[in-house]
């Protein structure tokens, strides 16, 4: 599923190819249940005519602000793809929406498992959409105090807390194994147990393997591309994730893969051993 540097990819390059341009109509809805919100006959005549300000980013989700301060919201989940395409290119069974822009192209979202949405949110709808996501992690105001704040006194395991929206918003299972191996973690230990001095390396390696990812645009382990159809590099990159049996990056001991909160989770046990305190 893309996390944080995939969908911040897919919005540098959607926000390149989108801003100023028109929305002229909705050319097709084939899979209606992508839709979220509202009906599809309100979403079809509030869209047509509309001019896109701009895309921006907030958690997982990408948010193409309209000229009446309604937005698109999209959610990609597993498989779902935004692409800026000529009209001329031909539509490929899994294309479920697709609007028309003007200068005779088309916004599509192709969506192979079908778990991806798009909601048209007003003011209300995105402040509230807002108020139900944690702090952005790249935010100059995630700091390691803030890290410190959230996680005190809480006695959930690391690793089904870092998948927490509520709590950071933006990590998925990819980046918060990557993260915890950076920090010397084991996914298993209490987070309310970490001395100030292990939330300072946390939250360093938090920021800093997702600033990584999104320099080298996001990680394509199968369906994941940006909004020009392109492939991200960060795969080459992984530490641990997927990599079980594979020897660490650091040490060599070999990766374990171990099933937390129904989540395939990856680590090293040498260099992230589980600490009581
Ligand atoms: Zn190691």
């Not at 916004?107 to 995105?126: E, M, Q, S, T």
């Not at 959930?156 to 709590?167: I, N, V, Y």
Request: charge should be neutral; glycine fraction near 8%; aromatic fraction near 6%.
């Amino acid at each position: 599923m893309p996390e944080l540097p995939e969908v911040e990819t897919v919005r540098r390059t959607l926000d390149e190819a989108l801003r100023g341009r028109e929305i002229l109509g909705v050319a097709a809805i084939t899979w209606p249940r992508t839709i979220a919100a509202p009906a599809v006959d309100m979403f079809c005549g509030v869209l047509c005519n509309r001019q896109i300000w701009g895309v921006r980013r907030r958690a997982k989700y990408i948010i193409i602000d309209l000229d009446n301060e309604d937005a698109l919201v999209v959610h990609l989940r597993m498989t779902g793809r935004l692409l800026v395409v000529s009209e001329d290119e031909p539509v490929d069974p899994y294309t479920r929406v697709v609007l028309i822009l003007n200068g005779s192209e088309h916004l599509r979202f192709r969506d192979v498992r079908k778990f991806g949405r798009i909601w048209l949110l007003d003011r209300a709808g995105l402040e509230q959409l807002d108020r139900q996501l944690g702090p952005e992690p790249l935010d100059p105001g995630f700091t390691a105090e803030a890290l410190v704040n959230l996680l005190r006194g809480r006695q959930a395991r690391l690793k089904p807390l870092l998948l927490d929206q509520r709590l950071i918003a933006g990590l998925g299972n990819i980046y918060a194994d990557e993260a915890l191996w950076r920090a010397g973690l084991h996914p298993l230990q209490t987070a309310g147990e970490l001395n100030d001095e292990e939330v300072a390396r946390l939250h360093a390696a938090i920021t800093a393997v997702l600033a990584d990812a999104v320099a080298r645009r996001g990680t394509t382990l199968s369906d994941y591309r940006d909004a020009l159809g392109e492939m991200g590099e960060n795969q080459n990159y992984l530490a641990v994730y997927g990599r079980q049996g594979q020897p660490c990056p650091r040490c060599g001991t070999p990766v374990e893969r171990v099933v937390v909160a129904q989540r395939g989770t990856h680590f090293c046990p040498h260099c992230q051993p589980l600490s009581s305190s």
